[in-house]
């Protein structure tokens, strides 16, 4: 997939980079959890706002924010979204409409936005600490290959 390669290179330059273990893994976590949330055209953003305010590494903060994106979003919100119906205990019905304008759409997605936000940060803090151990552990042993290519 296009998606997991680029991410895959940008991670593997920022582990080159001279970067501390913590801040790489702790920023792709950031970016990942934030690419779960439903807030859509906010997700680089509030990664990277956290990730200078925590001085996280940026190059896999913005990795991880792509980890959910366009071509997985509306599977993930879906699942996210009966995940959420499934810990809250009710079953929302589909939306029906007398007219289409903003208001009603508006109001017929009010009952959707409490299971589909708790199911996306249930889900999101779940990816974000795997995303974390994983990044963790590719960043030592790259780095410890690279102190031992130098000896």
């Not at 925590?54 to 995940?83: E, L, S």
């Not at 990816?127 to 410890?144: E, F, P, Q, T």
Request: glycine share 8%.
């Amino acid at each position: 997939m296009l998606g997991w390669a680029k991410i895959r290179e940008r991670i593997h330059e920022a582990i080159s980079a001279d970067a501390d273990e913590r801040s790489l893994a702790a920023g792709f976590a950031v970016g990942v959890f934030f690419s779960f949330t439903p807030l859509l055209s906010l997700h680089m953003v509030l990664a990277l706002i956290v990730a200078v305010v925590f001085r996280f590494n940026k190059v896999t903060t913005i990795a991880g924010a792509w980890v959910n994106n366009p071509y997985t979003m509306p599977f993930v919100f879906y699942g996210c979204f009966r995940f959420g119906e499934w810990i809250l205990g009710v079953r929302i019905p589909p939306p029906s409409f007398e007219s289409y304008t903003l208001q009603s759409l508006l109001m017929a997605a009010v009952p959707y936005a409490a299971p589909l936000f708790l199911g996306t940060t249930v889900v999101g803090l779940a990816a974000a600490a795997l995303g974390y151990v994983v990044v963790y552990r590719i960043a030592v042993r790259v780095k410890s290959a690279r102190r031992k290519g130098m000896h």
